[in-house]
């Protein structure tokens, strides 16, 4: 009888750990809570890994807007790479964070020679501009209730692979309101009706349970559309 050779098992691309043993390039800083990672207007000339922890990033006219929020796993600041020369944002640090810095340089050379990363990195990019496509059209159709819910649901991690992280790390309402285009007293109106609806609970952390979907996937009576955005 012949023998069958088994399919040998690949392991999954490990990118903390491949970034960690990279030649050059990189930086390793720890941040902490509140503590600017670089601001809009400075040069943009290096990309970011986070290790550990929360970042928010800013975008500061005549008003402050909060555009995104990103957690372990995530990169920021690769606009350099497509020539931006500036920072379009302010990056600060919403917990104490472990975060990798890389080189432009040391950057490109990793994605021209290593094929692996290329492909990971890319996937995560083009997930990246999907999510931007998203929250536009949720900033647009949606009511600043659904948006809340939607908002508190990707911080949860509901939607992508893995098992969802219920239980969040405590994010300020008028961080919530900057994100989602509101006012701080809204988001507490609109917080209050979650908790006594059952969907989250809060005192320290947040939990947030699957029964927020129903804001976002249902039309239900007691969860109307305000008419007001």
Same mark, same amino acid.
């Given at each position: ?8 098992? #690949? ?70 790479? #497509? ?27 990793v994605l021209r020679d290593e094929p692996k990363f290329s492909e990971m990195f890319m996937a995560y990019l083009l ?76 005192n320290g952390t947040l939990e947030v349970h699957n029964s927020l979907l129903n804001v976002v996937l249902h039309d ?10």
């Open positions: 009888m012949g023998v069958v050779a088994k399919a040998k098992k #690949t392991r999954p691309f490990n990118v903390k750990t491949f970034l960690s043993t990279a030649n050059g390039g990189r930086t390793v800083v720890n941040y902490r809570k509140n503590q600017k990672i670089f601001s809009q207007g400075d040069k943009a000339d290096s990309v970011f890994y986070i290790q550990e922890g929360k970042i928010k990033v800013c975008v500061i006219s005549e008003q402050k807007a909060v555009v995104a929020l990103h957690g372990e796993g995530d990169f920021f600041g690769e606009g350099c790479l #497509t020539g931006q020369p500036l920072r379009l944002a302010t990056v600060a640090a919403m917990t104490d964070c472990v975060v990798m810095q890389l080189d432009k340089q040391a950057i490109v050379r997930s990246r501009n999907a999510r931007v496509e998203e929250d536009l059209v949720d900033q647009l159709f949606n009511s600043s209730e659904k948006r809340l819910a939607r908002a508190l649901l990707l911080m949860a991690n509901f939607g992508k692979d893995g098992r969802p992280e219920t239980v969040i790390t405590k994010v300020s309402q008028e961080t919530l309101a900057d994100l989602i285009g509101t006012t701080r007293s809204r988001v507490s109106t609109f917080m209050n009706k979650f908790r006594k609806l059952g969907f989250i609970q809060y239900n009576p007691h969860l109307r559309r305000e008419e007001e955005k």
